[in-house]
């Protein structure tokens, strides 16, 4: 049995190379028959040929239509139905308005200035808040980073959108709803706008050398979006105050199955997030692609392991919590580590984010109501360090020999310091302007207690 499998493996073996001499000869006559057609063809066909190559190929812009609506799915329901589940049933449709009108608000402004600022030339803060203003500029036929740049704007605009949204599960059951949508302009100016430039846009972290290591690794949005959020829902929860009964009641979320589902969506919309940021369907997304599915799995197995030491029972809300937890960590990582260094770095920060929505936070003091911190700031944090560890060859990763696990990491840890360092001073700064204009961030302890739904919005969702 065993040689007569060898036998026809060596048979097909001497096939398959009679098949591929064949194919080369023939590709080498093809090219040379082209190259001689080439020679003859008139320069009007030749013009043809040269713009037909220079258009967006099809099947990435298919892709990345796909990928930009698959984040979209992430906000609404996504977000809103994990966020909504664990509030109260007297404050859940107060959090579907809140993400749903950030991501809205944001998104305007992106087209008003904010593509312009993060992705044209300026200084290493900041692009030109003006040369692409409101896309002036950009046509129909507009190129960059091989696609319609009205695509590349539109799939942009979604993380700006959904980045911004993500803080508001700080804020929850408590901040008026006119200082959450001033606040989410002040910080999405000055906050995540120039770090998407710094980043992503050729600004400070893009260039920085230190310990024989250049620029900060940050495939799709490990310090942009997930550190600077969740350090600014941290000092969001810490300037608005505990909710009414914190510590002293059962603050339980209204329905751990709608944020099952909403994690869920998450993690089905978070592989256009990652995937879609290799901007082409090739194999870099192929890498991202099965990052973002191996590492969740992981972080789910990581987090409900910790709750069964820790508490005798994995919960299925900590199931979910898990699964972001993974996202979140494998985003920087998406497309500069293997499979492997994928599941080291979900598993790692799945099972580090229990630790941080419980020990951290009850030192911390901070009433994070939905955890962004603990699961975005954490999380982001012990995915873009891993990165510098996980994306040296040697250990599976991309990069190209010679590269330096401990130079990469010290410029990874400075890219985390810098970013929660600006995010602070920003968002402070915000919150006293919006404090200032709005009159008070908080609600009063009357429209807290009878609900954000009715005192902001006029509506229930729940009628009894």
């Given amino acids: 049995m065993n040689e007569s499998m060898s036998s026809r493996c060596e048979q097909r073996f001497h096939a398959s190379s009679i098949i591929a001499s064949g194919l080369l000869m023939m590709g080498a006559a093809g090219r040379v028959a ?23 190929d099809s099947g990435n812009v298919a892709w990345m239509m796909t990928s930009t609506f698959l984040v979209l799915l992430m906000v609404v329901p996504g977000l809103a139905m994990f966020y909504g589940g664990m509030v109260r049933a007297k404050n859940v449709l107060s959090v579907f308005m809140q993400v749903l009108l950030v991501f809205c608000v944001a998104v305007i402004l992106w087209v008003a200035y904010g593509y312009s600022a993060v992705f044209t030339a300026g200084n290493p803060f900041f692009g030109s808040f003006v040369e ?27 993380f700006a959108g959904i980045t911004t949204a993500l803080i508001v599960g700080s804020f929850a059951e408590r901040m008026r709803f006119g200082a959450v949508m001033l606040f989410s302009i002040l910080w999405f100016t000055f906050a995540y706008l120039p770090m998407a430039h710094i980043v992503w846009g050729g600004g400070y972290l893009a ?5 024989g290591a250049e620029g900060a690794l940050d495939f799709a949005g490990g310090t942009v979006v997930h550190i600077n959020a969740g350090v600014a829902g941290l000092i969001g929860a810490a300037f608005l105050g505990r909710r009414l009964g914190y510590g002293r009641e059962a603050i339980k979320p209204h329905s751990v199955p709608f944020t099952v589902i909403g994690a869920a969506l998450l993690w089905v919309g978070w592989f256009g997030f990652n995937a879609g940021s290799a901007l082409a369907a090739d194999a870099l997304a192929s890498l991202a692609f099965i990052n973002t599915l191996v590492a969740t799995a992981a972080a789910v197995v990581g987090w409900s392991l910790v709750e069964a030491f820790t508490k ?40 580090v984010c229990v630790w941080g929505v419980t020990g951290l936070k009850r030192r911390l003091g901070a009433d994070d109501s939905l955890d962004v911190f603990g699961v975005h700031g954490i999380g982001g944090i012990v995915g873009a360090i891993l ?78």
């Fill in 132 to 158: 692409k203003a409101f896309l002036r500029g950009i046509g129909a036929d507009s190129v960059t980073n091989g696609l319609p740049e009205f695509l590349f704007v539109a799939f942009q605009s979604t």
């Fill in 387 to 464: 990165t510098g560890v996980f994306a040296a060859p040697s250990l599976g990763g991309v990069k190209e020999a010679g590269y330096s696990i401990g130079g990469q990491v010290a410029v990874q840890v400075v890219s985390v310091l810098f970013t929660i360092l600006w995010c602070a001073v920003v968002t402070v700064i915000a919150l006293f302007i919006v404090k200032r204009v709005v009159g008070g961030l908080r609600v009063g302890e009357d429209e807290e207690r009878e609900g954000l739904d009715i005192a902001s919005h006029g509506e229930s969702a729940y009628e009894s």
């Fill in 207 to 211: 260039g920085i050398e230190l310990a």
């Fill in 312 to 351: 005798g029972k994995p919960s299925a809300l900590g199931a979910a919590s898990g699964a972001i937890a993974g996202l979140v960590g494998i985003t920087p990582a998406a497309g500069f580590v293997g499979p492997l260094g994928g599941i080291a770095i979900g598993f790692v920060a799945g099972a």
């Fill in 34 to 56: 082209a190259q001689d057609a080439a020679l003859e063809a008139p320069p009007a066909a030749l013009a043809a040929e040269a713009v037909a190559a220079a258009l967006p």
